[in-house]
């Protein structure tokens, strides 16, 4: 079956296909019955940017996709325990987050991003962990959100990295998930109150539990009253024989409380579980206790349907969609190891249909270029209802139409789109995307959401013109040594755009000139680069190279870009000079590598402390501390960071940053190094090393 796009969901729209938000779920009376997806649209990939075939399997490298599809929802609390260490994906939370660890342990839980797993993440800026209640993290333990949004509806506690946003209504969109969750759990297992006809065995015999289906129906069920684990409790296979290529496997673990105890399932895609994991629920419909342990990686998605359960993780990792409408724990073994993950992959199955009539469905729009037709992304877009009974849309006044959710900002299908009950809707442009023109009137609609559509949903085209472009160019700075002419890296610039018709560059005031993009750090070719529009502009020096003073003044221009020289570009020389230190003579080099491999990392972060207080150690705060030489150097890739130009005396490293993947030392000071006469020359070499760890860069 096709699925129709699904709504952008990081701006807390609900997102629905198929099986809509508020409808009563019936019972299917056979297993061959009307196939749909997952309530809510729950399951497939939502862009962001989808993989166009199968997700990756299980690895650490670059992030090439984005998913705003929701990959876990718990609808009581969300507690991580123990030795519990990532969770990748959009995470849903109608109650309380809470994390605390066992002591002694990483005290990091990556949510969002993982360092291993699919590495396929929500868009970045979406909300990664929404919650109805409190997000509480531990004494000493840390949150990572980096890239995203941690919104909460009540209040949050300890260390959180990413953007908190505080909002009451944070969970409400997700709310009525949780009863059609439960239905639908309800109805997989027990239409009309029975059981489900099966079309397969489960067998539990000889180390494992054998699914033998009938090699012919393309949604595969199997009924299972047992715990899937050994006589003694230990842990034994999974196997499935008996299912046509493409087809769906439900299955249905009925009782009260259930275990899996499992070795089964592998870290790359080559095994059978492996290959039927996007097409596989795991249905516990009437469970209050389940609980998923082992040393497999768990292989398919997981649906809970009582809201009073308690679902226990504790397998290494759990591969595909988790949903339960009770709560969750997220832990390690009392004897095994730690770094227990939940990864980010679809669920695409075709279940039995468990929908009646709609009462909601999707209002969206298109955004294209007016000349291409081709989709636009970055337009921003309100949903308006009519409520007023006044023709057209009124935002404004005594009596205006209602605004529905937040802003929607159109990604690469050019889409806005949002579930809501039936009636009539406006969508109102509010910015253009860049590089194009506001259209006149800006709204679209109104459409006419009705039971007979709401299946199929309504969409309007908008149609945006690009503006009239620009001549751009090239505007370079060029960073050397005032003595040698040699190129330095390490300097940082920042750009500036004459803007306010003052001579001269102003950075400050009522009326300042305009910053344009972000700040650049020349490498070894000493160069910074930028292409802007024609217009006069400026180079700021920020910070000298290492062992360099900062030029008096930092301004470099300015620099004329016109439409007569934009092809060849414009570019300064910045010159800088040696700091003079007296009795200077020395340098101190770090080596950093890989505490198990020798293997040279970067992106490692130190400073450079000197002692000068007169007391043993270093003291970085106070009134009496030792001196900063250095704020920051990050070693580069042969794992070196070099601090020149050096007095004798005594030094201290501080790491304040590691390369990802990598942790904290427990002890982030070493020294002193003491540089003297005798070893100026050549210089002080400090070897340090980091071991990899759960966690990403430190803060």
């Not at 890989?594 to 450079?608: E, H, I, N, Y």
Request: net charge negative.
């Amino acid at each position: 079956m096709t699925f129709p796009s699904l709504v952008r969901t990081g701006m807390r729209y609900l997102c629905l296909l198929g099986v809509v938000a508020g409808t009563s779920l019936s019972a299917a009376p056979v297993a061959e019955a009307a196939a749909k997806p997952l309530p809510g649209g729950l399951g497939p990939c939502v862009p962001g940017n989808c993989p166009d075939g199968d997700y990756p399997p299980i690895n650490n490298g670059g992030i090439k996709y984005r998913d705003n599809g929701i990959n876990i929802y718990v609808g009581g609390d969300f507690l991580v325990r123990e030795k519990a260490s990532e969770a990748e994906g959009r995470v849903v939370v109608l109650g309380d987050f809470d994390q605390d660890k066992a002591d002694g342990v990483s005290g990091v839980y990556n949510i969002g991003e993982a360092g291993v797993g699919s590495r396929v993440a929500p868009p970045v800026g979406a909300d990664w962990l929404t919650t109805g209640g409190d997000v509480t993290v531990g004494s000493g333990e840390r949150l990572l959100a980096e890239d995203g949004v941690v919104r909460y509806a009540k209040d949050a506690t300890g260390t959180i990295v990413g953007t908190k946003k505080k909002d009451p209504d944070a969970a409400k969109p997700y709310i009525p998930l949780r009863d059609e969750l439960t239905e639908a759990s309800q109805c997989y297992a027990h239409p009309e109150g029975g059981t489900r006809t099966p079309t397969g065995t489960a067998t539990h015999a000889g180390g494992e539990t054998l699914f033998r289906g009938d090699n012919t129906s393309m949604l595969q069920v199997f009924n299972v009253d047992f715990d899937l684990m050994g006589g003694s409790g230990g842990q034994e296979g999974i196997r499935f024989e008996g299912i046509p290529d493409g087809a769906t496997i439900l299955v249905n673990i009925l009782g009260t409380k259930r275990t899996i105890n499992t070795y089964s399932g592998t870290i790359d895609d080559s095994s059978q579980l492996n290959k039927l994991r996007s097409r596989l629920l795991w249905n516990f419909p009437d469970a209050t206790s389940v609980e998923v342990k082992g040393t497999g990686q768990f292989q398919g998605s997981v649906l809970v349907g009582n809201q009073a359960s308690m679902t226990t993780v504790s397998v290494p990792g759990m591969n595909g969609r988790f949903f339960t409408t009770g709560s969750l724990t997220h832990t390690s073994s009392a004897s095994g190891g730690g770094g227990q993950e939940f990864h980010n992959y679809p669920f695409l199955g075709d279940l039995p249909d468990c929908a009646t009539a709609p009462t909601t469905g999707e209002v969206k729009v298109v955004k294209t270029d007016a000349d291409s037709g081709k989709p636009v992304a970055g337009a921003e877009f309100e949903l308006w209802q009519e409520t007023n009974g006044e023709d057209g849309l009124q935002t404004s006044g005594d009596d205006p139409d209602t605004k529905v959710g937040g802003v929607c900002a159109t990604e690469k299908p050019g889409e806005c789109t949002q579930t809501v009950p039936l009636g009539t809707y406006y969508w109102r442009e509010t910015k253009a995307p860049d590089g194009y023109v506001l259209p006149k009137p800006a709204v679209f609609g109104p459409l006419e959401l009705t039971a007979a559509n709401a299946s199929d949903g309504v969409s309007v085209q908008a149609v945006n013109k690009k503006k009239p472009s620009v001549k751009k160019g090239e505007v370079s700075v060029v960073k050397k040594d005032q003595e040698t002419g040699r190129p330095l890296s390490g300097a940082v610039f920042q750009l500036w755009r004459e803007t306010n018709g003052t001579d001269g560059l102003q950075q400050k005031g009522s009326d300042p000139d305009t910053a344009v993009g972000s700040p650049c750090t020349t490498a070894d070719s000493g160069a910074c680069r930028r292409t802007v529009a024609v217009g006069t502009y400026y180079w700021v020096e920020t910070k000298a190279p290492n062992g360099y003073a900062l030029p008096d003044p930092a301004v470099f221009g300015p620099l004329e870009l016109t439409a007569g020289n934009a092809a060849q570009g414009v570019s300064v020389e910045a010159l800088n000079r040696k700091h003079h230190h007296p009795g200077a003579a020395g340098e101190i080099t770090v080596r950093k590598k890989d505490k198990k491999t020798g293997r040279p990392l970067s992106g490692a972060v130190f400073q450079l402390w000197r002692e000068s207080n007169g007391k043993a150690g270093l003291q970085s705060s106070g009134a009496g501390r030792d001196t900063l030489v250095d704020r920051g150097c990050a070693t580069d890739g042969r794992g070196r960071c070099d601090f020149e130009g050096l007095e004798l005396g005594s030094y201290y490293l501080k790491e304040t940053a590691v390369p990802d993947g990598y942790v904290l030392p427990s002890n982030t000071v070493s020294g002193p190094y003491k540089v003297t006469a005798g070893n100026a020359g050549k210089g002080v070499t400090v070897t340090l090393t980091n071991q990899r760890g759960g966690g990403k860069k430190g803060k």
